[in-house]
């Protein structure tokens, strides 16, 4: 529908640059600098085939060695190159927390909507229903779930995302509460619009900004459970590279090479920290607006 | 045929008290029944609290009656619909327009989809003829093709509230209800939506049940008006007999609440200045 000048092909640019434009606006720089960063570490993650050695390859020779051409951040006491099991392992890293926010996520959002949108007994039955799940701590639950079904990323992953959903629910509950009663949701209704269709078209597309915030935010938390987890022994099992597998290394620190350890530690925190700091921003322009 | 009959419309909300348990029943809407033939204009005025949105949100069916029946069409909408065949087409029997223009539109939604998605839902038409008709309901409303990729926070509030018109009409319904529809709008831009749509209702024989507490407004665009109060219907008639000549008190205390020249408000409160001062 342009009937402007504009071309549609110089109106992609446009569009693109507009949206960073919004982003910049709501995150503010420090959140654009935190978002660079995490598309960085996870455009290594996603190329770690292409741009890695082998993490597991052993360099016998070369075990603890300083920063070299070959190894650029050094080898840990099996000679194996840091840097390369830094980038493998940002892939388990990244891709359990994806796994768990996104079930939850998947879950929550159409269990919150259900509520929000009937309200009255159903509404209050969903409500206590999550309510029952707050009382499950994440970790113990994935402990219980490695128990039974032993260790593994998908345990651990679908313990931590049954914990993660009543929270992300409840925030997307209280929104569509807040939107449902909105004229134009009413203008639907009275068009004949399906409540499903009401849902999914206006409903919660007016609510994303809050549920993208509630998943930042519960992205980091993720990713520390899922690190302890790993660290634990329950969730990746050496050798494969995790950084939660990485911090859990004695060795290194016995042996006075705690490089090996620091490195991946700096990573947990700086992601989360990074994704923490967008979700918050997120979390407080919604508020803002809100009032 | 009737374009709205409502018999007996009653409303009872039960309202919980402060302690949370405490409940009473309180009348909304008592017995209120009108006709509105097709074509004609039915204005409903009446003060603050005196039930116009209720019967508004009944007549959409986004309140149910506690008691009475309404026929849309002839065809009864007192009970909840039943299929989504039967809600469709209550949508292109009735079509409502809110007060407010900043929240009656999605936000998210281009005012050309807000439309598309309406034609989608009730007619058979391919992707041309519905962009032909999208530019066809935006110029009867008086907007133009620009505004169609315009998201509603790009539009003013006369804008809008033409674009949430246009949505009304473009299921072409029987009857549209316009609850305070231009209320929010200034004087200038009231007069424009107003003539606009009793241009509206002359083309397409569209009937309108009109609420307003302007009273103003209500002779402009209505044949027959309904006075309510407290939820029971005071006085009725052709809209000129009711305000020029009215037999109620209350609709005399209406009327002398509009202010004109040498207007006491003293007077129509009741009260005498010193009363008022203290
Ligand atoms: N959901 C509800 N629960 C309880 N009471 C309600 C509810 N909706 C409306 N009421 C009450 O019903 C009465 C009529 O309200 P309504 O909104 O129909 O008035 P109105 O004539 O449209 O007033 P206004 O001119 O201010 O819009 C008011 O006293 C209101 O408090
Ligand atoms: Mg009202």
Redesign the pocket.
């Known amino acids: 529908m342009s009937a402007t000048a504009i071309s549609p092909v110089a109106a992609v640019p446009t569009v693109r640059r507009r949206r960073v434009a919004r982003l910049h606006a709501r995150i503010g720089t420090a959140g654009m600098v935190a978002v660079a960063f995490l598309a960085v570490v996870a455009l290594a993650a996603i190329l770690a085939p292409l741009i890695a050695p082998n993490p597991n390859a052993e360099d016998l020779l070369n075990i603890t060695a300083g920063p070299s051409l070959g190894h650029p951040l050094g080898t840990d006491e099996l000679g194996r190159n840091l840097l390369s099991r830094l980038i493998w392992g940002a892939r388990t890293s990244l891709l359990g927390p994806l796994i768990v926010i996104g079930a939850a996520t998947g879950v929550a959002v159409p269990v919150a909507a259900v509520a929000g949108w009937r309200g009255g007994a159903v509404d209050l039955a969903i409500s206590r229903l999550l309510d029952l799940m707050f009382a499950f701590p994440g970790l113990l639950l994935a402990i219980l779930v490695v128990a039974l079904y032993g260790t593994g990323l998908v345990p651990c992953s679908i313990a931590l995302a049954i914990s993660y959903m009543p929270w992300i629910a409840r925030v997307a509950r209280s929104g569509i509460v807040r939107e449902r009663h909105k004229p134009y949701i009413a203008a639907a209704e009275v068009q004949g619009v399906s409540g499903f269709a009401i849902c999914v078209r206006h409903l919660i597309p007016n609510i994303s900004s809050i549920i993208w915030s509630q998943v930042t935010i519960s992205f980091g938390y993720a990713l520390v459970d899922l690190a302890a987890l790993s660290f634990l022994g329950l969730n990746i099992q050496p050798p494969t590279s995790d950084w939660g597998v990485m911090v859990n290394n004695e060795n290194a620190l016995l042996d006075g090479h705690p490089v090996e350890v620091l490195y991946p530690c700096l990573l947990i925190v700086l992601c989360v920290t990074a994704v923490t700091y967008v979700g918050n921003r997120l979390a407080s322009e919604e508020e803002r607006r809100a009032r | 045929m009737s374009a709205v009959v409502a018999e007996s419309l009653c409303k009872t ?1 039960r ?1 919980r008290g402060e302690a949370g348990r405490v409940h009473h029943e ?1 009348v ?1 809407v008592d017995d209120v029944s009108f006709t509105v033939a097709r074509g004609a204009s039915l204005g409903i005025v ?10 508004a949100r009944m007549l959409s069916g986004l309140e149910r009656a506690s008691s009475g029946t309404i026929a849309v069409a002839d065809r009864d909408r007192s009970t909840p619909v039943r299929s989504s065949g039967e809600r469709r087409r209550r949508g292109r029997e009735l079509q409502i327009v809110f007060q407010d223009p900043y929240t009656s539109l999605d936000p998210r939604q281009s005012v050309g989809a807000c439309l598309e998605e309406v034609l989608r839902l009730h007619t058979q038409l391919d992707r041309a003829g519905r962009r032909s008709r999208i530019l066809e309901l935006l110029d009867s409303v008086g907007l133009d093709e620009r505004h169609a990729s315009s998201l509603p926070r790009a539009l003013s509030g006369g804008q809008r509230q033409r674009a949430a018109i246009a949505r009304a009409l473009a299921a072409e319904p029987i009857v549209i209800v316009l609850d ?1 529809a231009v209320s929010a709008l200034d004087v200038s831009v009231q007069a424009q939506v107003l003539n606009l749509l009793g241009e509206l209702r002359a083309r397409t024989g569209v009937a309108y049940v009109f609420i307003s ?1 302007n009273l103003a407004v209500i002779r402009q665009v209505t044949d027959e008006a309904l006075v ?1 109060r407290r ?1 029971r219907v005071v006085e009725r008639g052709p809209t000129e007999t009711v305000l020029d000549a009215p037999a109620h008190e209350y609709t005399q205390r209406l009327l002398a609440s509009v202010p004109v020249p040498g207007w006491d408000p003293h007077a129509v409160c009741g009260r005498a200045p010193a009363e008022r001062a203290r």
């Open positions: 909300f309202v309180f909304a009446g003060e603050s609290g005196s039930g116009k949105t209720t019967i305070e507490h309510l939820g």
